[in-house]
Nanobody, 121 residues
């Protein structure tokens, strides 16, 4: 079973940068899609950025132009470079791997434990 471990969260001032890393216990090529999600207190978990096995990338409108997702197949890792951070980016950030589990095409999503990002005024 794929296990994911995030790192890189922390406290940063408005306008600062952080780089999150998610390392998978297995090859990330097993994942149809890898993504970064975030969840602020009292809010639902939303996708921030995702990257497909094909290399196709999508970003949430709120982070477009500020965040960059990338894959490192050699390290079985996915990174999220976050620049120009804002207080509204404060949340727990989760890494996710969506993979196909049977011949019918059913998928499952595996989650990391999350890493806290706090952006102060």
């Amino acid at each position: 079973q794929v296990q994911l471990l995030e790192s890189g969260g922390g406290l940063v001032q408005t306008g600062g940068s952080l780089r999150l890393t998610c390392v998978s216990s297995k090859s990330i090529d097993n994942c149809n899609t890898m993504g970064w999600y975030r969840q602020a207190p009292g809010k639902q978990r939303d996708v921030v950025a995702s990257i497909r096995r094909s290399g196709s990338i999508n970003y949430a409108d709120s982070v477009q132009g500020r965040f960059t997702i990338s894959r490192d197949n050699a390290k079985n890792a996915v990174n999220l470079q976050m620049n120009s951070l804002k207080p509204e980016d404060t949340a727990v950030y989760y890494c996710a791997c969506t993979l196909t589990v049977n011949v019918e095409g059913a998928t499952v999503t595996r989650w990391g434990q999350g890493t806290q990002v706090t952006v102060s005024w």
